[in-house]
């Protein structure tokens, strides 16, 4: 995307928020306004934090402090080469030190005061915040924060997309749902009266036809929807990386931005369902071969009580592997979940864009499994409470309206996809923010950021 002004649908006369528009030019102008990979030329690739549990760092993953911590006001000059600070000769707190009353000279009594030290060995700023997120390393708060505003700082870019192709999604399947269901003829669905023994044998034919259909359209519905969530990825993740920067791209600009990446995007959506269905494969095999055979067998030859133990002991084990199992899967999908921003930002191949994601992950699994786990959580919440009031009102349809049920479900099929276009925004600004925060932490992009967004 372009960093002329007309490309993000910002006037800076008219900039109301006081948000600085981009540099035009620089080392970080082109298409890519500051996100371009490390060895791209343009990006500096040297980080301005310590690194991950480094003495100096003081704050662990964090590694610069957060706003309000020891450390995290401007101007605070590293401990002198004399001694430990705050507590020896040259850090200010210990006696003898001229100029500290009680404590001896030259001891500055609250963080923030002049000559305070910062204790963690370097000095650090106050960062700058152009729109969502200060261009620092974020805490988790600050990256699911950081989500939730991008969703208020462009509703229209990040609602209106998900919910045309989500909308498109949820009509296909609903229509082909009621299609199908209405050529079944199941009593209390589609009609209010009973059917014979004699009218169901007459229609079994039809059934299992209707039946299959139904399965196959619910197929083909759901790889249309994978597809057409990874495009919906691709330009909310754009959308949110304007938004970082101070800017508000319009929907237009995103779709310039993001059209020439589609095919890479669907491509990148098939590699990883691959992945993630080979993982699968063998994991069924595994289990076949580790849990069922011996069951079967043991059933086949008659039980006693050492084979009724044997069998308890074999389904617990397959209880647990298949948790382990759900847990690795959900691992592994966090490996692999800012393959689609690294793609997009980057501007990099499908399987370069695996790679980076797989290496930015690298050091940081934890911490990214734990920010997915929690807006996984918050998404299945307010999933849950959609997917309930809809319960509800539908329950009470059917009731009003027993004739009117498959017309009744078909349109709960249809919100459930609505319910899925507003959660997504969500989902794809934290994988963003995360990508974002990874690349700040690793490769010091906040200072590529701070000249892109002019800050």
């Known amino acids: 995307m372009s960093t002329d002004p007309h490309s993000d649908n910002l006037d800076p006369s008219s900039n109301a928020s006081g948000e600085a528009p981009a540099m035009a030019g620089g080392s970080v102008g082109g298409d890519q306004d500051g996100w371009q990979a490390p060895d791209s030329g343009t990006f500096s690739g040297a980080s301005p934090y310590p690194s991950q549990g480094s003495p100096q760092s003081g704050y662990g993953n964090y590694q610069t ?119 079944l003829s199941l009593p209390g669905v589609t009609t209010s009266e009973e059917l014979t023994d004699a009218e169901i044998e007459a229609n079994l034919d039809k059934l299992w036809s209707s039946i299959a259909g139904l399965v196959v359209q619910t197929g083909l519905t759901s790889v249309l929807t994978v597809f057409a969530a990874s495009i919906l990825t691709g330009l909310l993740i754009v959308t949110v990386s304007r938004t970082i920067l101070g800017r508000k791209a319009s929907l237009s600009d995103v779709w310039q931005r993001t059209k020439p990446r589609v095919g890479a995007l669907i491509g990148q959506v ?34 006693d009580d050492g084979s009724a133990g044997l069998i308890v002991l074999t389904i617990i084990g397959l209880v647990v592997a298949t948790l382990a199992f759900m847990l690795g899967l959900f691992a592994l999908g966090c490996k692999l979940c800012l393959a689609p921003a690294a793609l997009i930002l980057e501007n990099i191949g499908v399987f370069e864009g695996i790679s980076r994601s797989w290496a930015l992950t690298r050091g940081y699994f934890w911490r990214v499994v734990g920010v997915r786990l929690l807006s996984t959580i918050i998404i299945s919440v307010v999933s849950w409470a959609a997917s309930s009031a809809l319960n509800f009102v539908t329950q009470g349809l059917a009731l009003m309206a027993p004739n009117a049920m498959l017309a009744v479900l078909a349109g709960s099929v249809l919100v459930s996809s609505l319910i899925q276009a507003v959660t997504m925004p969500f989902d794809s600004a934290v994988v963003a923010l995360i990508y974002t925060d990874l690349r700040m932490r690793s490769e010091g992009l906040d200072v590529e950021l701070r000249r892109a967004a002019g800050v």
């Open 65 to 183: 402090p957060p706003v309000g911590q020891p450390g995290s006001a401007p101007g605070y000059p590293p401990p002198p080469a004399g001694g430990q600070p705050g507590y020896g000769p040259g850090g200010g707190y210990g006696p003898g030190n001229p100029g500290s009353g009680g404590y001896g000279p030259g001891y500055t009594p609250y963080p923030g005061s002049a000559g305070y030290t910062d204790y963690t060995g370097y000095s650090s700023v106050i960062a700058p915040k152009p729109a969502i997120i200060p261009l620092r390393p974020l805490s988790i708060g600050e990256i699911l924060g950081g989500a939730f505003e991008s969703l208020r700082a462009n509703p229209k870019a990040m609602f209106v997309p998900s919910l045309v192709v989500m909308s498109i999604m949820g009509l296909i399947s609903a229509g082909g749902f009621a299609f199908f269901f209405s050529r």
């Open 270 to 303: 098939i590699i990883i369902q691959i992945i993630l269905g080979v993982a699968t494969v063998v994991f069924i095999a595994i289990g076949v071969g580790v849990f069922w055979l011996p069951m079967s067998s043991v059933i086949a030859n008659g039980g």
